[in-house]
């Protein structure tokens, strides 16, 4: 193959990912029938207003509702309206769209039928401050989080315990209505209580368990939201509890269903792929570097497959920022493969945030080739450098690698794959 050729076969590959997960296609499967009451339709996240969109296209009867999305992420609706919010960092437009849900969902019946569309960014999106906290709390909180290193399990557990609206509280306040979920997973392990911090599902973490993240990470947070978290006021609602009872939650679409949908385009230009894992996580320097590792001794030894072949993993890496730059777990996973392979032949990569946005920039990841290195070293870049300041954006940015989809209007996380070949080939 030539270089573009292996290239444009990743990008083809990532294309096929988020294909996959787009909610025209996993949704109308999932709809019931219309109920004898009402039909509300509330929801969160990056991909709420394309499911929002999709559901209206496959149903028979009448609809009324709310569902927040991210800024430009908006599709055109006639009966569910679509409000924009901040992302990843919380507004007081996200404020403003869960209160509205709120009071649409107040004085239901047993004979009404919630649907909630929930997807990957509703955390921020859905912002409710629990009581005695302020939206520049959540606010502090959130940027606070988004920089420390924790897992998304862990950035959720704490949102949980600061909410008024996330931890099951928002089925809680749809009972007695029937209430089905739809979720398209952004998260490793594909939990409920952790897509959109679980606004419609029980959880079973405590603020004990919050708090003790927030020391774990040494985060300094607002007097008021410790304070909450120490006193337990803010516990989620737990299992048992029974306005939770009888509640449908499904998950439509979640990584591995794209991760197989570009297994089967590499299967289609005769290259062999492994899904090493849907649920990778860790700092995203440190995944580099492993799977460098594995490159190379595929490569070098064809073990433990035989080159060429592609390597696919989804899930959600980390970036600890210590640097001023701008993080991105995709490009830094990508910058930190390239140093570790240090220019080794036949391997090239692409990494890529399936929304469409790594971190904060609207860059949804990068290319690396053989000669990435080289050209940076042409151009007067120092990678290693790039590394340390976490800039991988501004690195590929320089280099003319970033990969820029616009807003995908789905979200099934990371996706990362790796072409190796014999550095012979």
Not at 57 to 76: A, C, F, K, M, N
Not at 140 to 160: P, Y
Not at 362 to 373: F, H, M, N, Q, S
Request: net charge negative; charged share 20%; aromatic share 4%.
């Amino acid at each position: 193959m030539k270089t573009l050729d292996r290239t444009a076969l990743l990008r083809r590959m990532f294309d096929a990912a988020i294909a996959a997960a787009q909610p025209a296609l996993c949704l109308p499967a999932h709809l019931p029938s219309p109920p004898k009451g009402r039909t509300i339709v509330i929801g969160a996240g990056k991909a709420s207003a394309a499911m929002a969109r999709a559901l209206e296209d496959h149903w028979s009867g009448p609809l009324e509702g709310i569902v927040v999305t991210r800024y430009g992420y908006q599709l055109p609706c006639s009966q569910i309206e679509i409000v924009q919010a901040a992302h990843p960092v919380p507004d007081a437009a996200g404020l403003n769209a869960a209160t509205r849900i709120l009071d649409l969902v107040n004085d239901l019946t047993a004979d009404d039928l919630v649907i909630v569309l929930i997807s990957g960014g509703g955390s921020a999106l859905l912002v409710s401050p629990a009581p005695g906290l302020t939206l520049e709390d959540k606010q502090a909180v959130n940027a606070a989080l988004l920089k420390c290193g924790a897992t998304i399990s862990e950035m959720n557990c704490v949102r949980r315990h600061l909410s008024g609206i996330k931890g099951g509280r928002l089925a809680a306040a749809c009972h007695p209505a029937r209430l089905l979920t739809l979720l398209i997973s952004d998260v490793p392990g594909d939990r409920p209580m952790d897509i959109a911090s679980g606004p419609t599902v029980a959880d079973a973490s405590t603020c004990a368990d919050a708090l003790a993240i927030i020391q774990r990470y040494r985060i300094d947070i607002p007097l008021a939201a410790r304070t909450l978290l120490e006193s337990g006021a803010g516990e989620s609602v737990k299992p048992g509890d029974p306005r939770l009872s009888g509640i449908d939650t499904r998950i439509i679409a979640a990584p591995q269903g794209s991760l197989e949908a570009a297994a089967q385009i590499a299967r289609d230009s005769g290259v062999t792929p492994y899904i090493l894992s849907d649920s990778l996580e860790g700092e995203a320097r440190d995944i580099g570097k492993a799977h460098a590792g594995i490159a190379r001794q595929i490569a070098l030894r064809d073990q433990p497959f035989r080159a060429p072949c592609v390597l696919l993993s989804g899930g959600e890496t980390t970036v600890t920022v210590r640097g001023t730059g701008r993080g991105g777990r995709n490009v830094e996973f990508l910058l930190s493969l390239a140093l570790s392979l240090d220019g080794l032949a036949g391997v090239y990569a692409i990494a890529g945030d399936t929304d469409g946005v790594d971190g904060v920039e609207e860059i949804a990841g990068a290319v690396i080739t053989p000669d990435t290195l080289q050209r940076a070293w042409a151009q007067g870049i120092r990678a290693r450098a790039s590394l340390d300041g976490n800039d991988a954006h501004g690195f590929f940015q320089a280099l003319g690698d970033s990969v820029v989809t616009g807003p995908t209007l789905t979200n099934v996380n990371d996706f990362r794959a790796i072409y190796i070949d014999r550095p012979d080939a």
